[in-house]
């Protein structure tokens, strides 16, 4: 999901050469909605700390800063023009509108869930944030949901790399990460589609006997 000349290797110069200020706009970039490995930016920070290169505590708070910041400013870019940019890649994408409404209704029932746990998945990261603001979830309440998963998953990533680094090596655990990244979208995609799925079947079963 990332962009292919952002490797771990360069990554790696990055952090070490910008230190904090690199963790902090890698992450706060990818929740703007910019495809960039933040979780790859948030392990790396962590590894690094548990290599005494760089502070854990400080890690820790630039990567729930820049989750924070960054969900934030996606939020108003989704609430201020992202519905009619969906609506465009929908067409471009032959997805109907009367489809992308349903996705929408879909998200609105279900956005708190996808604020908080949207930190986990691949893709869903980037998007959760920018989707809220499309279905005007409101501000106060992406808020604590936003600072609450950014919270869990900073918490989560940095301690792992923290601990795991000195055991395994840090490709090792990208990789890990990224392989259950991926199964927690797979997952959530399911989730999600089957019911819609059933309730197309449903109606269309409804028609007929009309």
Known sequence: MSLEFISLENIQKVAHEYGYW??????????????LPGETVTLVGGFL????????????????????????????????????????LGKLFRISEARLL??????????????????FPALLRILAAPLAGIVEMPFGKFLIYNLAGAIAWASIMVTLAFFAGRIVSLEQLVAWVSQFAILAL???AAVIAVPIWLESRQKEGEEIER
Request: charged content about 15%.
């Open 186 to 188: 797979v997952i959530l």
């Open 49 to 88: 700390a548990g290599s005494k290169e760089l502070s854990y505590w400080l890690v820790l708070a630039d990567a729930i800063a820049g989750a924070v910041v960054g969900g934030i400013c996606g939020y108003w870019i989704g609430r201020t023009g992202g519905w009619s940019l969906l609506v465009r």
């Open 102 to 119: 349903t996705i929408k209704e879909q998200f609105s029932e279900n956005a708190s869930k996808a604020v908080f746990f949207g930190r």
């Open 22 to 35: 690199a963790i902090f706009l890698g992450i706060l970039l990818e929740n703007l909605g910019i495809p």
